[in-house]
């Protein structure tokens, strides 16, 4: 059956490390994103969407599974999800859809498609357990090679590994579009392209730089806070990224601020080209098309850089749908998450007729939401984190306006974000807000045990460590697209020397100028 009003086409254009705080539709007035902005002035915007857990891997498996990191056993960034875990791509397919997945989604482990048709790209990055984290080493251990290299060298390039991908995952979906169009007359489909931009290293080219007055370049809203004075979630990540061992100046800042600008420009072009070729088609108006990210990314706000926080730059998300002739175009306020994706396809999949799922899902359909409210909706999200950088688990509930955030072991933090949207006047354990702490608290624990998921992170950080070692990561597992693929972009090597071995022109690795003392 091909598709229809009532089977439609879905077409997700995914975005990594995009904070929906540089997107026009999300109000920034400088970042030059008209395609992106148009698909949102002709869809349904949420204004408050949230990853479920602010690192690549364990997003997207929850978001692929409709539940929680913590209920699938999704800890970090070199975690496979078990082949048993049905995901959106199995439930797409069990009423009639062929599904196609183009780019990056960042699968550990041997199934590389779970639930998916076909594959029509190799990832990005390692399939294999190289980047296991090790709690036992501390935070400091970085598998991932993160530190702040990436801020102080940001600017110009003629051509990085991240331009490379995403020409390719760009030419690959379009193709694909193509042969949708001419070949698939059987069935509705789902096809996913995903993207390597604005990920971190912050550099574009001379292009997109020129786009931008480097004098206008906005700065963060929130200056760096002492270590000493940081929550203990944020010292930790502070470690973690080693920003102990590199001076980060304010020219540092607007250089990374401005490459990102650029790249997330050059990113739209890319997006454009997607939704030209469904036009050119004719699936426009037969394809629902959602624009997301898998998290966001601090942007050196109170001093912060990646993601991994639970602060707004780093765990909002963009969440953008236009389904035209289905949904008028809106902007909805209440709270959401990628755990709602899998519930929302399948709705409208089938019209809402959806059939029971074979597991619990964390997540809810957004239909009644993008259809104008939905006044069952339970106003809630929420995250976790117990990958690379921290050394203990944590999660954040936000209810409403306010967010809890609590780290094991250690004080929690409490904001009233309508008062307080940049996050700066922790409220945990005063007097006024006992009732509202105490309802998140048990929010927060409900079905969720802080000790048990320590010690579940520490034995699967030994075990993976151990094949890892044991192996010297054979097999890759990254899946051969082409001739080459087990080879090409980064695979056991840290991520930060990889793409700076692809860099054109090559930057030397800036020198560490501290010795790692706190600062």
Not at 23 to 40: D, E, F, M, R, T
Not at 200 to 229: C, G, N, R
Not at 251 to 260: D, I, K, P, T
Not at 378 to 391: A, M
Request: proline share 8%; with cysteine.
């Amino acid at each position: 059956m091909p598709a229809t009003q009532d089977s439609p086409n879905i077409v997700v254009i995914q975005l990594d490390q995009m904070t929906p705080g540089a997107l026009p539709p999300y109000g920034h007035p400088l970042v030059k994103a008209p395609h992106i902005a148009g698909l949102a002035a002709d869809g349904v915007v949420f204004e408050n969407a949230y990853c479920n857990f602010p690192l690549c891997v364990p997003s997207r498996m929850s978001m692929l599974a409709g539940r929680y990191t913590s209920a699938i056993g999704q800890w970090d960034n070199a975690i496979e999800l078990p082949a048993s875990v049905p995901t959106l791509a199995h439930y797409l397919r069990s009423v009639g859809y062929h599904t196609v997945l183009c780019g990056k989604m960042h699968f550990i482990g041997p199934d590389q498609l779970h639930g998916f048709n076909e594959r029509i790209t190799t990832d990005i990055y390692p399939a294999n357990f190289a980047w296991t984290p090790d709690w036992v080493a501390g935070e400091r251990f970085r598998p991932t090679g993160i530190n702040p290299r990436a801020i102080v060298e940001a600017g110009l390039c003629a051509r990085s590994l991240q331009i490379d991908y995403d020409d390719e995952v760009e030419h690959a979906g379009a193709q694909k579009i193509y042969d949708l169009a001419r070949f698939n007359k059987e069935s509705p489909f789902l096809l996913w392209v995903s993207f390597t931009h604005p990920h971190s290293p912050f550099v574009t080219t001379q292009k997109y730089w020129d786009l931008y007055d480097h004098a206008e370049i906005d700065m963060p809203k929130v200056e760096p806070i002492p270590v000493k004075e940081q929550d203990t979630m944020s010292r930790m990540l502070h470690y973690g990224h080693a920003q102990d061992l590199l001076t980060i100046t304010d020219e540092h800042v607007r250089n990374a601020r401005h490459a990102y600008y650029g790249m997330t420009s050059y990113l739209d072009e890319k997006v454009g080209r997607i939704l030209a070729t469904l036009e050119e088609m004719d699936l426009a108006q037969n394809t629902i098309v959602v624009l997301t990210a898998d998290h966001g990314e601090m942007l050196g706000e109170r001093g912060g850089w990646f993601k991994q926080y639970f602060y707004e730059p780093s765990t909002r998300i963009p969440l953008i749908v236009r389904a035209p002739g289905r949904y008028r175009p809106n902007r909805v306020s209440e709270l959401v998450s990628l755990v709602d994706l899998l519930p929302t396809f399948v709705d409208i999949a089938t019209n809402g007729i959806a059939p029971e799922p074979v597991s619990a899902l964390d997540g809810h359909s957004l239909a009644g939401l993008l259809s104008g409210g939905d006044p069952r909706w339970d106003n809630k999200v929420i995250s976790e984190y117990t990958g690379e950088g921290v050394s203990t688990p944590c999660r954040m509930v936000r209810r409403d306006d306010h967010k809890y955030i609590y780290t094991h072991g250690h004080p929690p933090l409490l904001y009233d974000l309508a008062a307080d949207p940049l996050e700066v006047e922790n409220l945990a354990g005063q007097s006024g807000v006992f009732d509202v702490e105490s309802s998140l608290l048990a929010e927060l624990m409900h079905n969720y045990d802080p000790e048990a998921v320590n010690d579940a992170c520490i034995q699967s950080q030994k075990e993976r460590r151990f094949i890892t070692e044991t192996t010297d990561g054979s097999p890759s597992w990254a899946y051969v697209a082409r001739a080459g693929d087990d080879a090409r972009y980064v695979r056991n090597a840290s991520a930060t020397a990889a793409k700076g071995a692809a860099r054109y022109p090559f930057v030397e690795p800036t020198p560490f100028d501290r010795n790692g003392e706190n600062t």
